[in-house]
């Protein structure tokens, strides 16, 4: 069961996070993890970036380098919902399955088509496009919002 039971109730998280020791490596983490949330925020608006695996590599690195932004993340009133939802189930709801799915051969099939010159480039797109269609099809199933 989520913790947070109300939409304005904030949880604190701090017991998820565990900082690596080391300042340099710490601050390094943090960098990278505003780097990949920015690249996240811009695959919103780019669709041959995908948003999500940026969100989840992000929060995973505040996971070790921040409690402050790691609470943000959990607590923030967009990506907190579905970072709780794939935190406790590993869960995606049909919506964004079909969505994801769906972008990757928008972009794929066209981009193996008609830019890509090279038969084994091609070949390891469309491999590479059915592992990660595969992927999001065998995950769990939920319309619940964390």
């Known amino acids: 069961m989520d913790p947070q039971a109300s939409k304005n109730t904030r949880v604190d998280y701090s017991h998820e996070v565990t900082p690596i020791k080391n300042p340099i490596l ?30 989840l590599l992000s929060a995973f690195l505040y996971a070790r380098s921040s409690p402050r932004f790691y609470n943000w993340m959990m ?13 406790t189930t590993g869960s995606i709801p049909r919506s964004a399955k079909i969505l994801a799915i769906s ?37 769990p199933e939920s319309d619940k919002v964390a």
């Not at 794929?108 to 070949?123: D, G, H």
């Open 26 to 55: 710490r601050t390094m983490l943090m960098i990278l993890s505003f780097v990949f949330l920015g690249v996240g925020f811009v695959g919103v608006f780019l669709p041959v970036l995908p948003t999500t695996p940026f969100v």
């Open 75 to 87: 607590n923030h009133r967009h990506l907190g919902p579905p970072l709780r939802r794939w935190k």
């Open 103 to 139: 972008m990757i051969a928008i972009t794929l099939i066209p981009s193996i088509l008609f830019v890509v010159p090279v038969l084994a480039v091609k070949v390891l797109l469309g491999i590479i496009g059915i592992l990660v269609a595969t992927y999001i099809a065998t995950r």
